[in-house]
C-alpha cells in the first residue's frame, strides 16, 4: 500500500520508492500465507478457502470492497475540496448513502433467507455501477438535493443489498465451529480489498489533479507570488504562467475578482479530475459482477447443525461487542 501510494509523488512506478517497499510487502503476504497453514489454529484459517462458496464470497466482498470503499473516500474529498464545505457538512451529506443502506441492509437479509444470493447481489452491484456512472457527470456546480444526493442513495441501497447477502452466502455454507473463523476471513478480505482501492483511487485522483495545467501553475504562481516584495514584479511572474494569467486577465485591475475567479476555475478544473476518477471506479465495480455470477443461484441448505450443534443451543441468542 505504501509502494502504491507513492506513485504519484514518485511520477512513476519504476522508483525504488514504489518497488522496494511494494516488493517487501508482497513478499511478506506471501509468507504470511504459507506459515499460516502450519498452526493449527492460526490467525486466519485459509483452510476453509476450500469451501467453494466461500471463496466466491470472499472473492466477490474484495473486488466490492475495493470498488466501492475506494470510489466512495473520494466523494466528501469532492465536497470539501470542490464546493468548499467543512468537515461536517461533508459528512452530513454523506448520510444520504448511509440512509440507503439502511433501507435495504434488513430487506436484503430476509431475502437471502428466502432466496439464492446469486439472484440478490447483481440487483444491487447494478445500483453501485449505475451510480458511479452518474458521478462521472458531476462539475463544480452540480446540485447537490437535485443529483448528488439521489445518487449516493442510491449507492446506498445497492450497498446494503450486496453486504449483507454475501457474508449470509459465505457463513450459510459453513460448520457452527468455522463460523467465527469464516466471520473473522471475510472481515479482513473486506478490510484489505478497501484498503487497496483506497490507494488505487487516491492515486488515480492525485494523478489527474496533477495533469490538470491550471492546477500546476496556479500552485507554482503561488509559490513565486509569496516571494515577490516589489508589485512592479507580478506581471513578469504572471506571464510565466499563461493559463492562469488568461483567467485573471478577464477581470482587469479588480484583483479581487481575478483572484476569485482563479480559485472557481482551480474548483472546476479538480471537479474534472473527481468526475474522470469515478470511471475508474465505475470499471472496478463492473468486474465484481464476474465473480457475483459464480454465486450460488439455487437455494442453499445451512450447515451450522452438520456438526453436531443442538438446535435450541444454536438459537440461544449472543452478545455482540
Known amino acids: 500500500l505504501y509502494g ?114 446469486g439472484r440478490i447481489v447483481p440487483f444491487g452491484l447494478v445500483g453501485i455501477v449505475t451510480g ?25 441501497l445497492g450497498m446494503g443489498a450486496t453486504m449483507m447477502p454475501i457474508m449470509t452466502s459465505a457463513l450459510k455454507s459453513l460448520k457452527a465451529h468455522d463460523v467465527a473463523r469464516g466471520s473473522t476471513l471475510l472481515n ?49 511572474i504572471l506571464a510565466k504562467f499563461p493559463e492562469v494569467a488568461q483567467v485573471i486577465a478577464k477581470f482587469g485591475a479588480d484583483q479581487a475578482a481575478g483572484q476569485a475567479a482563479l480559485v472557481q476555475a482551480i474548483r472546476e478544473a479538480m471537479a474534472t479530475a473527481f468526475a474522470n476518477t469515478f470511471w475508474v471506479a465505475a470499471f472496478l465495480v463492473l468486474l465484481t459482477l464476474i465473480p457475483a455470477a459464480f454465486l450460488p443461484r439455487k437455494t442453499e441448505e445451512s450447515h451450522f447443525l452438520d456438526d453436531g450443534v443442538d438446535e435450541d443451543e444454536a438459537q440461544v441468542p449472543v452478545m455482540m461487542h
Open 132 to 156: 458511479m456512472f452518474l458521478l462521472t457527470q458531476i462539475d463544480a456546480h452540480t446540485s447537490y438535493w437535485g443529483y448528488i444526493l439521489p445518487v449516493l442513495f442510491l449507492m446506498g
Open 188 to 236: 479482513i478480505t473486506q478490510q484489505i480489498g478497501s484498503s487497496m482501492g483506497v490507494a488505487i483511487i487516491s492515486v488515480v485522483l492525485t494523478t489527474g489533479i496533477k495533469n490538470q495545467s491550471l492546477i500546476s501553475q496556479a500552485q507554482e504562481f503561488g509559490d513565486a507570488a509569496k516571494k515577490v516584495t516589489n508589485p512592479a514584479e507580478m506581471p513578469a
Open 4 to 117: 502504491i501510494s507513492s506513485i504519484p509523488g514518485e511520477g512513476t512506478f519504476f522508483s525504488s520508492k514504489v518497488i522496494i517497499p511494494g516488493t517487501i510487502g508482497l513478499l511478506l503476504v506471501i509468507g504470511f500465507i504459507f506459515y499460516s497453514f502450519k498452526p493449527a489454529h492460526p490467525l486466519l484459517d485459509l483452510r476453509l478457502f476450500k469451501n467453494r462458496n466461500l471463496t466466491v464470497a470472499a472473492l466477490t466482498m474484495f473486488l466490492f470492497a475495493l470498488a466501492f470503499f475506494g470510489g466512495l473516500l473520494i466523494v466528501p474529498t469532492y465536497f470539501q475540496e470542490v464546493r468548499g464545505e467543512s468537515t461536517t457538512d461533508a459528512g452530513l451529506l454523506m448520510a444520504a448513502q448511509g440512509l440507503g443502506a439502511m433501507v435495504t441492509m434488513p430487506i436484503a437479509g430476509a431475502l437471502a433467507d428466502k432466496f439464492p444470493v
